[in-house]
Structure formats: C-alpha cells, structure tokens
C-alpha cells in the first residue's frame, strides 16, 4: 500500500482548498505513504467516489453512511460543531427561541442541520408548528427577508451563514446560535487501509504539539484532533433518524 485517497466533505473544501493538500502532504510525510487528496467540485461528486476513498474527512450524515460500509471512526476536531444559527424577519419585535413555539420556520428540510435546530429548540422545550423546506440556506434567508412565505423564523447552518455578506446577514435578524456541541465532522478509515490506522491515529493526535503540523491544524481552524467515543458517534445517530 504504497498511495492512498483523502477526500474532504466540499463544505470545508468550498474555500481554501490548499489547506487540505498540505493537510495530505503533512500525513504523507509522517505515515512513509503517499497520501493523494482529491478535490470534490460538489456533494454528488463527493458521494459518488467517498466509498471508493481511504481516508475521508466528513459531515455528520456522510459520516454515518460511510461508518455503515465498514469505515471506522478515527478522529474528530476538539473545537469544531455543526451548529445552526437562528433569524428572524426584521419586522418581528424583540424576536427570541421562544417565538418558534408554535410557529411555522424555514429550513433546508434534507440537511442534517434542521434536525441540529430542531433538536436545540426540542432541549428547551420549544416545539414549531411547522418546518417549511426552501432548497438552499441562502433561499432561506431571502424568503424570511422577503416574507415569501407565512414563516417569519428560520435557521441556517453556521458554517454557511459565518461565510455570508454582512449586507446579506442584515437581511434578516441574528436571534442566537444554537451551542449543542453534539453533532461534528470526523476523519473515517477505509477497511481496506486499516493497516496504517495505528499509525494514521498517533500522527493526528500528536499533530498539534508538532510546529509544522500545529500551522495547518491552524489554517484548518482546529485546535487538535481527539478520538470520538462510542456514545458521540450513538448520539449522531439517534439525531438522524429523529
């Protein structure tokens, strides 16, 4: 075993992308094999081919259908979340979690990202009426903006809306950002690269305390990687089938 393949979900690949090839490079030269990172354009090319890769770093859902084709979890970072952000119309007065009991909210029905929310609200005791789907986060935002819709409450993963234009932020109003620090991406092994999963496992959780390796944890925004428990990867789980 002399090459193996690293795929990245496209969200943390959509900006940045080289931070992934030194990523492959520093793995390249600590394990003794090539590592080949290839860039995904969309997520229909990255689930076509995330079967057929060695190494895949991916989203919660993702995660879960690779673990259930015989991957293995290997590492998670200690700081990073799936986390949603919830908006509101701007007419709406003093607007807070609790306006969603009861009411109608946009999402993006098919992410895993409405049940992060849902399941945020759901903790307080918070239950709306009705999710109503819009086809992307930004539609989201612009339905709400725009009172396309009877919803005048919304939520939008975190990651897309930090990306966003202050001026497309105003659209709506900022209520809160949901801190259930439950749901993550993880790096997940092939069966057929489990010979290097001792050795893969030493190099990231040694990476932040080497000053090569500790730049790129930094370009990645990861403070250092740990290992997930059984009862995380659980608990991802059971949120998916909610």
Same mark, same amino acid.
């Given at each position: 075993?002399?090459?193996?393949?690293?795929?990245?979900?496209?969200?943390?690949?959509?900006?940045?992308?080289?931070?992934?090839?030194?990523?492959?490079?520093?793995?390249?030269?600590?394990?003794?094999v090539?590592?080949?990172?290839?860039?995904?354009? %969309?997520?229909?090319?990255?689930?076509?081919?995330?079967?057929?890769? %060695?190494i895949?770093?991916?989203?919660?859902? %993702?995660t879960?259908?690779?673990?259930?084709?015989?991957?293995?979890?290997?590492?998670?970072?200690?700081?990073?979340? %799936?986390?949603?952000?919830?908006v509101?119309?701007?007419?709406?007065?003093?607007p807070?979690?609790e306006?969603?009991?009861?009411? =109608?909210?946009?999402?993006?029905?098919?992410?895993?990202?409405?049940?992060?929310?849902?399941? &945020?609200?759901?903790?307080?005791?918070? =239950?709306?009426?009705e999710?109503?789907?819009?086809?992307?986060?930004? &539609?989201?935002?612009?339905?709400i903006?725009?009172?396309?819709?009877?919803?005048?409450?919304?939520?939008?993963?975190k990651?897309?809306?930090?990306?966003?234009g202050e001026?497309?932020?105003?659209?709506?109003?900022?209520?809160? *950002?949901s801190?259930?620090?439950?749901?993550?991406?993880?790096?997940?092994?092939?069966? =057929?690269?489990?010979?290097?999963?001792?050795?893969? *496992?030493?190099?990231?959780l040694?990476?932040n305390?080497?000053?090569?390796?500790?730049d790129?944890?930094?370009?990645?925004?990861?403070e250092k990687?740990?290992?997930p *428990?059984?009862?995380?990867v659980e608990?991802?789980?059971?949120i998916?089938? =909610?």
């Open positions: 075993m002399d090459r193996l393949t690293l795929m990245v979900c496209p969200h943390d690949t959509a900006k940045k992308p080289d931070r992934w090839f030194r990523f492959a490079q520093y793995l390249s030269l600590n394990l003794d090539v590592i080949h990172f290839e860039l995904s354009m %969309d997520f229909q090319e990255f689930r076509q081919k995330m079967n057929s890769a %060695d895949v770093y991916a989203n919660p859902g %993702d879960v259908s690779l673990l259930q084709n015989n991957f293995i979890s290997v590492a998670r970072s200690s700081n990073l979340y %799936d986390e949603v952000v919830f509101a119309n701007h007419q709406l007065n003093n807070s979690l306006s969603f009991q009861g009411s =109608k909210l946009l999402s993006v029905t098919s992410m895993l990202a409405t049940k992060i929310g849902l399941n &945020a609200l759901e903790s307080q005791g918070i =239950k709306p009426a999710v109503i789907n819009q086809p992307t986060w930004l &539609a989201v935002i612009k339905a903006a725009n009172q396309e819709t009877e919803a005048s409450l919304g939520f939008v993963y990651d897309t809306y930090d990306e966003l001026s497309t932020k105003n659209l709506v109003k900022y209520i809160a *950002t801190a259930q620090k439950s749901v993550f991406h993880q790096l997940v092994l092939s069966s =057929k690269a489990l010979s290097i999963q001792k050795n893969l *496992t030493s190099v990231l040694a990476m305390e080497n000053p090569k390796g500790e790129i944890l930094k370009e990645l925004n990861i990687w740990i290992i *428990t059984e009862s995380e608990n991802i789980k059971q998916l089938v =909610k």
